[in-house]
């Protein structure tokens, strides 16, 4: 049991140093802790994706076509609407009896003229930005969804009570808590979320460790006084491992204290449109176990490297003599390793189905970001030990630099390792964004309003076009009717019914007249789905329940002529168009419907305007403003990755700026006998803080140049994986560059009253 009596005696000597030993400490602790928040933080995901995945779960409804008699349902109509960019889910409910299932998150069904609504959305109708949205919720509100009837704090959902929801109309629900449909991420999407892990996770286990390094000077001193009392080397190193430990165990405690604190806050904060709720920031238990166990560990190893090079003998510490210069090959090898790990995978992503092998991505990433703080150490003090010369502030930093460049590239390393990481996320994002990003969208047209009838009935489109007449700002309302129809067994087509204006509106036409028919050719489809090409006089099956075996009467395809989809169809209309007369005798009472309504763009909010006419047809009708293009679910998943990753980039890079000041701090705290003794030769005090400026600056230029350079050859490796060319993204990289090259300034400029106070006349006392 002597390595524990040894362990206590390193933390007494640790605690028992008086006021430096103390604040030693606490800079240790606020170093740690910092990036034990932060690895906290990034062990509660898997629960927050597991506690969003049961609630979506707990929230899906299960449907039967053929309600077993007898057992009360739940009929809903599934609506959605846009208020300012945001968008507003929900449903609109009607009980069959008293037993039909409650949506979840609420207390019971809500009756005709009743609504639950979210928090959020409550807050929303509450404040002065949500009046023009009040229209729309003319309910009585009788209650607020719980948390488990959402994904997130932020969610604009609602239930509301809806009478003329009716088994045509609606679904029957039977029960919730369905089981939740499996989604297959997109491989490009999965690689950029592996690399978006590990090199935003990687850089907060390098500055954890680079902050267990603190005071070595001090210690060595400590310990080559246990030497001098008899102590052996062996008991030494002991000593020495229990004051990192204890500087790990406070660094665990200050991080566990900042992460419940900050995560008290956590659903105030809306960062990139993501929010989470505060239980469902809970650190996965094996991961927090693994942090608990990784900090100590990390921090008895990289003590004892600390001390590889450090002879501790009863009169003092070989290790003020220059070094021996580093070697360089085995500082390489990282880079080899990681660049033909990932080599083996180089086109394993660039079809539909990934097969790259995650466990040698991570091993790869990871080798080649451990590369830079290895590497750093040997070009910074190669670099410097060349250079000669220049002004007194500049020759005191790079002697400084030349004595001791390992803990100013360490200091650095880790900020350089946030570089590379951010130079592959940015040359990766370019790159899925060309992937992923329909370029083909339909461009914003401000004067365009399309709505679309779900029970297009006469008598309901009549409704839709007379409320979109009483709207503000519309000029005109062009209904549109639709048929479907079957040609041989499973070749269908649409025809879209209306006058020559009505159909002018929808597409341009070289000329109309009643009688005429037209079929539109879109870019993507030329032969509108068919196999074949549509002819005149062929005859086809009119569809009048999609559900079932075609049965409609027969009808004769009219002569037609071709005119080619332009841009102000905003590709949502191909196919027959037709006017009236030749659709006589078809039933048009199961027609879909659609209008297309002529707004003036001047009038602000245009849009809302009218979805706010429209809210007496709840459910029934759909808008879509074609000022908001659309995006499909591909790249709604890019932009959330997207959002998420710049997220963590923005925390990561907040994180890399703590931890230089931390660390800048107890550099300018070890040397304030040394700095005193300068101010008080005559050395002004603006030379030392410019030295201290340049003994910054240059391991950052230097580590801008290794980030650089092994985040462009990551970046090239991961493009090889998906195929893609080899394009780096000098934007980006410019920008984090010259973010980096700011937080150097910044934690100068911060540094300074520590400075000023190191080299006062008390900074001369020796004990």
Same mark, same amino acid.
């Given at each position: 049991m002597r390595w524990l009596s040894d362990l206590a005696l390193g933390v007494r000597l640790a605690l028992g140093g008086g006021r430096t030993s103390w604040v030693r400490l606490a800079l240790t602790g606020a170093g740690i802790g910092i990036g034990v928040a932060v690895l906290l933080a990034a062990s509660s995901v898997t629960t927050v994706l597991s506690e969003r995945d049961a609630r979506s779960s707990a929230t899906q409804a299960v449907t039967a076509e053929s309600p077993p008699s007898g057992q009360d349902v739940l009929y809903q109509a599934y609506w959605n609407t846009e208020y300012r960019?945001?968008?507003?889910?929900?449903?609109?409910?009607? /009980?069959?009896?008293?037993?039909?299932? !409650?949506?979840?998150?609420?207390?019971?069904? &809500?009756?005709?003229?009743? @609504?639950?609504?979210?928090?959020?959305?409550?807050?929303?109708?509450?404040?002065?930005? =949500?009046?023009?949205?009040?229209?729309?919720?003319? *309910?009585?509100?009788?209650?607020?969804?719980?948390?488990?009837?959402?994904?997130?704090?932020? $969610?604009?959902?609602?239930?509301? =009570?809806?009478?003329?929801?009716?088994?045509?109309?609606? %679904?029957?629900v039977v029960s919730f808590g369905g089981q939740l449909r499996e989604r297959s991420l997109d491989p490009i999407l999965s690689l950029l979320i592996v690399v978006g892990v590990v090199a935003l996770l990687f850089p907060v286990l390098v500055f954890v460790g680079i902050s267990t390094r603190l005071a070595g000077s001090e210690r060595d001193r400590r310990l080559a006084a246990l030497r001098l009392v008899g102590a052996g080397a062996q008991r030494v190193r002991r000593i020495a491992a229990g004051e990192s430990l204890l500087g790990a165990f406070v660094g665990l405690a200050v991080g566990v204290a900042l992460f419940l604190v900050a995560r008290q806050f956590v659903e105030r904060v809306r960062l990139m449109g993501l929010s989470v709720f505060v239980e469902d920031l809970t650190p996965w238990p094996p991961l927090a176990v693994l942090i608990g166990v990784l900090v100590p560990v990390l921090a008895v190893v990289t003590s004892i490297v600390a001390m590889r090079r450090t002879v501790i003998e009863p009169l003092g510490v070989v290790?003020?003599?220059?070094?021996?210069?580093? @070697?360089?090959?085995?500082?390489?090898?990282?880079?080899?390793?990681?660049?033909?790990?990932?080599? %083996?995978? /180089?086109?394993?992503?660039?079809?539909?189905?990934?097969?790259?092998?995650?466990?040698?991505?991570?091993? +790869?990433?990871?080798?080649?970001?451990?590369?830079?703080?290895?590497?750093?150490?040997?070009?910074?003090?190669?670099?410097?030990?060349?250079?000669?010369?220049?002004?007194?502030?500049? *020759?005191?930093?790079?002697?400084?630099?030349?004595?001791?460049?390992?803990?100013?590239?360490? !200091?650095? +390393? +880790?900020?350089?390792?946030?570089?590379?990481?951010?130079?592959?996320?940015?040359?990766?994002?370019?790159?899925?964004?060309?992937?992923?990003?329909?370029?083909?969208?339909?461009?914003?047209?401000?004067?365009?309003?399309?709505? $679309?009838?779900? $029970?297009? %009935?006469?008598?309901?489109?009549?409704?839709?076009?007379?409320?979109?007449?009483?709207?503000?700002?519309?000029?005109?309302?062009?209904?549109?009717?639709?048929? /479907?129809?079957?040609?041989?067994?499973?070749?269908?087509?649409?025809?879209?019914?209306?006058?020559?204006?009505?159909?002018?509106?929808?597409?341009?036409?070289?000329?109309?007249?009643?009688? $005429?028919?037209?079929?539109?050719? &879109?870019?993507? /489809?030329?032969?509108?789905?068919?196999?074949?090409?549509?002819?005149?006089?062929?005859?086809?099956?009119? @569809?009048?329940?999609?559900?079932?075996?075609?049965?409609?009467?027969?009808?004769?395809?009219?002569?037609?002529?071709?005119?080619? *989809?332009?841009?102000?169809?905003?590709?949502?209309?191909?196919?027959?168009?037709? %006017?009236?007369?030749?659709?006589?005798?078809?039933?048009?009472?199961?027609?879909y419907a659609s209008v297309l309504v002529r707004v003036d763009p001047a009038q602000p909010d245009i849009a809302e305007h009218v979805r706010n006419a429209l809210a007496p047809m709840t459910w029934q009708v759909y808008t879509s403003y074609f000022g908001d293009t659309g995006v499909s679910q591909r790249v709604e998943e890019f932009q959330s990755i997207r959002s998420a990753l710049l997220a963590g980039s923005l925390i990561t890079l907040l994180l890399a700026g703590a931890s230089l000041l931390v660390l800048a701090l107890e550099q300018v705290r070890e040397r304030r006998r040394p700095l005193a003794v300068l101010a008080a030769s005559g050395v002004p005090r603006g030379a030392l803080g410019r030295s201290l400026l340049w003994q910054n600056a240059v391991p950052l230029l230097l580590a801008l140049v290794v980030g650089i350079a092994v985040g462009g050859t990551l970046a090239a490796l991961l493009l090889k994986i998906i195929t893609q060319p080899i394009v780096l993204d000098w934007a980006g990289i410019g920008v984090l560059s010259g973010t980096a090259a700011l937080m150097v300034v910044v934690v100068t400029l911060l540094s300074l009253p520590s400075l000023r106070r190191a080299t006062g006349a008390l900074g001369l006392r020796s004990e």
């Open positions: 960019g945001d968008s507003i889910d929900g449903r609109f409910v009607r /009980a069959s009896g008293p037993g039909a299932p !409650v949506p979840p998150g609420t207390s019971r069904v &809500p009756g005709d003229g009743e @609504v639950f609504l979210s928090p959020a959305l409550a807050e929303l109708l509450a404040s002065p930005e =949500g009046e023009l949205l009040r229209e729309r919720f003319p *309910q009585e509100v009788v209650g607020t969804i719980d948390r488990s009837g959402l994904n997130a704090p932020h $969610d604009l959902r609602f239930y509301a =009570g809806d009478a003329t929801v009716s088994e045509e109309g609606g %679904t029957a290790r003020r003599t220059k070094p021996v210069q580093r @070697v360089l090959w085995w500082r390489v090898l990282p880079i080899i390793i990681g660049s033909g790990a990932l080599l %083996t995978q /180089a086109g394993t992503m660039g079809g539909a189905d990934g097969r790259a092998s995650e466990p040698i991505l991570i091993g +790869g990433i990871m080798m080649l970001l451990l590369s830079i703080p290895l590497l750093l150490p040997w070009v910074v003090e190669r670099a410097v030990g060349r250079l000669r010369g220049g002004a007194p502030s500049w *020759q005191l930093a790079i002697r400084r630099l030349q004595l001791e460049s390992g803990t100013a590239a360490r !200091v650095v +390393g +880790g900020v350089a390792v946030v570089l590379a990481g951010g130079i592959a996320l940015q040359s990766m994002l370019a790159s899925a964004e060309t992937l992923v990003v329909d370029r083909r969208q339909p461009e914003a047209d401000l004067s365009r309003v399309q709505v $679309d009838l779900r $029970d297009a %009935t006469p008598e309901v489109t009549a409704e839709t076009v007379a409320l979109l007449g009483r709207s503000v700002g519309v000029e005109r309302v062009h209904p549109l009717q639709g048929l /479907a129809f079957v040609r041989g067994e499973d070749e269908y087509g649409s025809m879209n019914i209306g006058t020559c204006e009505v159909l002018r509106a929808y597409v341009a036409l070289p000329s109309c007249q009643e009688g $005429d028919a037209f079929f539109v050719v &879109p870019e993507e /489809a030329p032969n509108s789905g068919f196999d074949t090409p549509l002819e005149p006089g062929q005859r086809v099956t009119v @569809v009048l329940d999609q559900e079932q075996v075609p049965s409609g009467p027969q009808w004769t395809i009219p002569e037609f002529t071709e005119v080619e *989809q332009g841009s102000e169809s905003g590709g949502r209309h191909y196919g027959l168009m037709v %006017t009236p007369s030749l659709a006589e005798g078809l039933p048009l009472e199961s027609a």
